[in-house]
């Protein structure tokens, strides 16, 4: 299954998520992408990697990077609002999560850590329906 990891900057949530699939579920093609690209922040790597979680090629993309003609579950951390074309019959799932990078400095290394972590509890459970 090709699942796209949508969020504005793909700066925290979508590289996240797009790692953390990679290493649960394999076998699944899993790319982040965002509305405006920007980089991947240095603490989200650090707390994936203190996670045992490679982040090798892990980057910030921009929609145009994708194909999305192959997207079969897009799951979106920002609403998308039907702006984003992908097939009729690729599934659309929202997941509403703080932004951690949104966080005061001296807080953002710990909400880091509760993102990773909310969002591997929530993608073993979609892998797990997957199938």
């Given at each position: 299954?090709?699942v796209?990891f949508?969020d504005e900057s793909?700066?925290?949530?979508a590289?996240?998520?797009?790692a ?7 076998w699944?093609?899993?790319?982040a ?6 980089h ?5 790597k650090?707390?994936?990697?203190d996670?045992a979680i ?10 145009l990077?994708v194909?999305l003609?192959d997207?079969?579950?897009?799951v979106?951390?920002?609403?998308d ?8 019959t690729?599934r ?5 999560l ?5 966080a005061p400095?001296d ?7 509760a993102?990773?972590?909310?969002i591997?509890r ?10």
């Open positions: 299954m090709y796209l949508l793909c700066a925290a949530r590289p996240i998520a797009e953390l699939m990679r290493h649960i579920a394999p699944h093609d899993a790319i992408a965002g509305w405006v690209p920007s991947v922040r240095p603490e989200i650090e707390v994936l990697e996670a490679h982040t090798t090629g892990l980057r910030a993309r921009s929609l990077e194909p003609d997207v079969e579950l897009v979106a951390f920002v609403p609002e039907g702006r984003l074309r992908v097939p009729a690729a659309r799932i929202e997941w509403r703080p932004d951690p990078l949104s400095p807080e953002r290394r710990e909400a880091c850590e993102a990773r972590d909310e591997e929530r993608l073993r459970k979609l892998v797990a329906e997957l199938g």
